[in-house]
């Protein structure tokens, strides 16, 4: 079975200051997906990236950067020099191969404070 | 612009009433799903649908129901027999590539606030 843990419920950071938001998985697969979205308070989830469970190569992206370890089954997300327009809930979520929909973990509700 | 549109934004139900939430998508994405959203418990999957008039429960399916006629459009009613449906509910499609179907990123609409009266 699958699923996805994201143990940090809220997180409040001073705007500029780093933040790494956590993601643990569980899969029996050897191929897989890996996904970041964001919700922001308006609702609707934004798809930020996604990573295939042969690509361990960390990515940046701007001020974000995604570390992928299959060793430690963890895809952590890093906010460099934050910014109150990153308070959202974010959300790491898992797909198996095949036609599997995707598991989500329970979020993580980021602050970033002026 | 192509996108997910449900409707509506904010909906009543009153007690034994079944009431349908709108999902349209003019991506022409084959896979629709429905998603229910509490408070801490993350996004939990209600129904999926792959191809036009079909489609499969998801983890909470009980309570639910919904039809899949046309591509664009995949309808949720939330019946009488879901006894606690105050949630934030979300619609997403996706694209799907054979074989490589699962690393699509779904795509979302704005959901649907249902409350009870």
């Known amino acids: 079975a699958q699923k996805v843990t994201q143990a940090q419920t809220e997180i409040s950071v001073v705007e500029k200051e780093d933040v790494t938001l956590d993601c643990v998985y569980e899969t029996r697969d050897t191929t897989y997906y890996l996904f970041w979205y964001k919700q922001p308070p308006s609702g609707e989830l934004v798809f930020l990236i996604r990573?295939?469970?042969?690509?361990?190569q960390n990515e940046i992206s701007g001020r974000y950067s995604w570390n992928f370890q299959k060793s430690t089954s963890s895809f952590n997300f890093t906010i460099t020099a934050s910014q109150v327009v990153d308070s959202a809930v974010y959300f790491c979520a898992l797909s198996e191969e095949g036609n599997t929909p995707l598991v989500f973990g329970k979020g993580t509700r980021l602050s970033v404070i002026a | 612009d192509g996108g997910i549109t449900q409707s509506p934004k904010y909906l009543f139900r009153k007690e034994g009433q079944n009431v349908t939430l709108s999902c349209e998508q003019n991506?022409?994405?084959?896979?629709m799903y429905w998603y229910r959203q509490d408070p801490g418990q993350g996004l939990r999957l209600i129904y999926y649908?792959?191809?036009?008039?079909?489609?499969q429960k998801g983890d909470i399916a009980e309570g639910y129901s919904v039809s899949r006629e046309k591509k664009e459009s995949f309808p949720l009613t939330v019946t009488s027999a879901q006894k606690n449906p105050t949630a934030f509910y979300l619609c997403a499609s996706k694209m799907k590539r054979d074989p490589a179907e699962s690393n699509q990123p779904q795509h979302f609409g704005d959901g649907t606030r249902l409350s009870i009266l």
């Open positions: 991506l022409n994405h084959d896979a």
């Open positions: 990573r295939n469970s042969f690509d361990e």
């Open positions: 649908s792959q191809i036009v008039n079909d489609f």
